[in-house]
């Protein structure tokens, strides 16, 4: 007889993210950026759980409203791409003051056909953090070039003006922002195609700097990296594409 699979319901998730948490992880993650409540969960045990709850659409709307980082970390993973709005991913975005949950969630948003849309809105807006996961979405879509518009992915025309963009804006962007832009640049540098010229706006646009205060993280040299990417892959007869970098992956 063949089994079911285990449906585990608000309650039962919420109390596994409690028990599973540590003050150790909790440290880390509030080094790094994390603010809030927190049960402080691994990325080991989320995956874990995420492999038992798979695609649960209102549950992730739940674990969202309870406002703790763990919780809303599940939630961008367990939300279901196609029951998702404009109106839900802007709700959830101006929750979002939290440079580790950004990520998440710029992560979700480009799994859904509206990831070009709310990143042409987002890369344009003031804020900090909105303006990080729009560059964010940026740097995962210019990766995967055989994702039509249709689907969310880019126009190949709109590769140049994300570069003239990141010449113009990248020196003059908040913190994370330049983060996030210096990795779009990248990622434009390793799409088929366009090396030369990312490679050319890298050196106009000079050195990035980064403050990520207590956090161990660097920013790499986009015209280094770029060079460096391209022909580990051409030596195996590929593009960077072809790698998991061009995969619609959920969790950033």
């Given at each position: ?8 319901g608000?309650?039962a998730?919420l109390a596994?993210?409690k028990?599973?948490g540590?003050?150790?992880t909790r440290k880390i ?7 809030g409540?927190?049960y ?5 045990f989320l995956k874990?759980?995420n492999k038992r709850?798979k695609v649960d659409h209102?549950?992730?709307?739940r674990?969202w409203?309870?406002?703790n ?5 599940f939630?961008c ?7 998702t709005t404009?109106?839900l991913?802007?709700?959830w975005?101006r929750d979002?003051?939290n440079?580790l949950?950004?990520g998440?969630?710029?992560?979700f948003?480009q799994?859904?056909?509206?990831a ?7 890369i ?9 996961m729009?560059w964010n ?13 249709e689907e969310?992915?880019l126009?190949?025309s709109?590769?140049?003006?994300l ?6 804006e ?7 922002v330049r983060?996030?832009?210096n990795?779009?640049?990248?990622a ?11 490679i ?8 990035v700097?980064v ?8 920013v790499?040299?986009?015209?280094d990296?770029i060079k460096?990417?391209?022909e580990h892959?051409?030596?195996q ?6 790698g998991s970098a061009g995969?619609?992956?959920r969790?950033?």
């Amino acid at each position: 007889m063949a089994q079911t699979r285990e449906k585990l319901g608000f309650k039962a998730v919420l109390a596994e993210l409690k028990a599973n948490g540590s003050e150790q992880t909790r440290k880390i993650y509030r080094s790094a950026g994390g603010r809030g409540d927190m049960y402080g969960v691994s990325y080991a045990f989320l995956k874990k759980l995420n492999k038992r709850v798979k695609v649960d659409h209102d549950l992730a709307l739940r674990l969202w409203e309870t406002g703790n980082h763990d919780a809303r970390v599940f939630a961008c993973w367990t939300a279901d791409s196609e029951r998702t709005t404009v109106k839900l991913v802007e709700a959830w975005a101006r929750d979002d003051s939290n440079p580790l949950l950004s990520g998440e969630l710029a992560a979700f948003v480009q799994d859904t056909s509206l990831a070009a849309g709310r990143m042409r809105k987002w890369i344009g807006m003031k804020g900090e953090y909105r303006r990080t996961m729009g560059w964010n979405i940026a740097a995962k879509l210019v990766m995967q070039p055989n994702r039509g518009p249709e689907e969310g992915g880019l126009e190949e025309s709109e590769i140049g003006d994300l570069l003239q963009r990141l010449e113009d804006e990248l020196q003059s962007a908040p913190n994370e922002v330049r983060y996030a832009m210096n990795n779009a640049l990248i990622a434009i540098g390793c799409r088929p195609g366009w090396m030369k010229k990312a490679i050319s706006a890298a050196r106009k646009i000079g050195k990035v700097e980064v403050d990520f205060g207590s956090r161990q993280c660097k920013v790499n040299d986009a015209a280094d990296t770029i060079k460096k990417t391209v022909e580990h892959y051409k030596k195996q007869g590929k593009n960077p594409t072809d790698g998991s970098a061009g995969k619609r992956r959920r969790h950033c």
